[in-house]
């Protein structure tokens, strides 16, 4: 029997983390389930700096980007005497389940910590990469490209107006499927990732047609590129290309803020309602993912970071349509 759980959000922000707090608190209550939130992830497990939520506490959030609980990363939490502190949280509060909203590295801290305290956990995935197996889409991740596209799409307006190549630098330390998605729906003309190599050597190759072709010249690079993201590859560029005006633009993090867009509000509700049912069925240690639009449940040892190549047909499409 669920009478009470603990929430908290944890790793780096990602719009539609408080719809996925919502949907947790109200499902909990419809179900007469107490809530406990731990400010700052892990770090507010530790503190026992918490907030009882309630109905009224999560009212008029669920359009609101960040997450009201806050988040941080914990480097306490990875040491014995951070790990036996959160475990004597969770006892003072006589907690019987566990949602964690947050990416792989939040993942496996509920694996430590369920070996230390026998508590049932859930997981709903929380990071603008999309990068995790297990769901189609992340929270965060529609929000996030859609904010790129209008970035884009105003810096093209500039791009076109002086004919110039913009080097524009998008969230992707490891995985290139924003800038992938991105590219495709604001038209852009290149796209460096860090799954694809010896992309440099093909942008080169493009500018024996761009003169005579293109107005405007969009290149986008994920910051995790092995030619060193926007500033290196702009750099490089204004030596191999000095007649062209070239340009550098690192959207940085205002690709994690801003207000969910609807599918990311009702796919976080939907975590957030099935986080909840995961643990009355006595789930543990998995997360939450939606794939071809159905609920399913991928362990937390599997629901890891992609390492596999991307979509070889949205790539091959990208090429065709930049031509």
Same mark, same amino acid.
């Given at each position: 029997?669920?009478?009470?759980?603990?929430?908290?959000?944890?790793?780096?922000?990602?719009?539609?983390?408080?719809?996925?707090?919502?949907?947790?608190?109200?499902?909990?209550?419809?179900?007469?389930?107490?809530?406990?939130?731990?400010?700052?992830?892990?770090? $507010?497990?530790?503190?026992?700096?918490?907030?009882? /939520?309630?109905? @009224? &506490?999560?009212? =008029? %959030?669920?359009?609101? !980007?960040?997450?009201?609980?806050?988040?941080?990363?914990?480097?306490?939490?990875?040491?014995?005497?951070?790990?036996?502190?959160?475990?004597?949280?969770?006892?003072?509060?006589?907690?019987?389940?566990?949602?964690?909203? $947050?990416?792989?590295?939040?993942?496996?801290?509920? /694996?430590?910590? @369920? &070996?230390?305290? =026998? %508590?049932?956990?859930? !997981?709903?995935?929380?990071?603008?990469?999309?990068?995790?197996?297990?769901?189609?889409?992340?929270?965060?991740?529609?929000?996030?490209?859609?904010?790129?596209?209008?970035?884009?799409?105003?810096?093209?307006?500039?791009?076109?107006?002086?004919?110039?190549?913009?080097?524009?630098?998008?969230?992707?330390?490891?995985?290139?499927?924003?800038?992938?998605?991105?590219?495709?729906?604001?038209?852009?003309?290149?796209?460096?990732?860090?799954?694809?190599?010896?992309?440099?050597?093909?942008?080169?190759?493009?500018?024996?047609?761009?003169?005579?072709?293109?107005?405007?010249?969009?290149?986008?690079?994920?910051?995790?590129?092995?030619?060193?993201?926007?500033?290196?590859?702009?750099?490089?560029?204004?030596?191999?290309?000095?007649?062209?005006?070239?340009?550098?633009?690192?959207?940085?993090?205002?690709?994690?803020?801003?207000?969910?867009?609807?599918?990311?509000?009702?796919?976080?509700?939907?975590?957030?309602?099935?986080?909840?049912?995961?643990?009355?069925?006595?789930?543990?240690?998995?997360?939450?993912?939606?794939?071809?639009?159905?609920?399913?449940?991928?362990?937390?040892?599997?629901?890891?970071?992609?390492?596999?190549?991307?979509?070889?047909?949205?790539?091959?499409?990208?090429?065709?349509?930049?031509?």
């Amino acid at each position: 029997m669920i009478k009470k759980i603990g929430l908290i959000t944890s790793g780096g922000d990602s719009p539609g983390m408080n719809a996925c707090i919502r949907a947790v608190v109200r499902t909990a209550r419809a179900e007469q389930i107490d809530v406990v939130g731990f400010y700052r992830g892990y770090e $507010g497990l530790i503190d026992d700096d918490y907030i009882n /939520l309630t109905k @009224s &506490k999560v009212s =008029n %959030i669920i359009h609101r !980007g960040g997450t009201v609980l806050k988040t941080a990363r914990s480097k306490r939490f990875m040491t014995q005497e951070g790990m036996q502190m959160a475990v004597q949280t969770l006892q003072k509060h006589q907690l019987d389940g566990f949602v964690i909203i $947050g990416g792989d590295g939040s993942f496996k801290g509920a /694996l430590e910590l @369920s &070996k230390h305290h =026998n %508590i049932k956990t859930v !997981g709903c995935p929380g990071t603008i990469d999309n990068d995790l197996v297990g769901t189609d889409y992340t929270i965060g991740y529609d929000t996030a490209i859609n904010t790129v596209v209008d970035a884009v799409d105003k810096i093209r307006d500039t791009a076109e107006s002086h004919d110039r190549i913009f080097v524009v630098e998008v969230m992707g330390r490891d995985a290139g499927l924003i800038a992938l998605r991105s590219a495709i729906a604001c038209g852009a003309e290149a796209i460096l990732i860090p799954e694809r190599k010896n992309d440099l050597k093909f942008l080169l190759e493009k500018k024996k047609t761009w003169r005579q072709t293109k107005k405007s010249r969009i290149i986008i690079v994920a910051e995790g590129d092995e030619n060193g993201g926007a500033i290196g590859i702009g750099n490089l560029l204004k030596l191999e290309w000095p007649e062209f005006d070239i340009r550098i633009s690192i959207l940085g993090h205002i690709q994690r803020g801003g207000n969910p867009t609807c599918m990311e509000r009702v796919n976080a509700s939907l975590m957030g309602y099935y986080a909840v049912k995961a643990l009355q069925d006595g789930r543990s240690n998995e997360m939450i993912g939606i794939v071809n639009k159905q609920v399913c449940y991928t362990p937390f040892k599997d629901a890891v970071k992609h390492i596999e190549e991307l979509n070889p047909e949205m790539l091959k499409i990208l090429d065709i349509l930049s031509a």
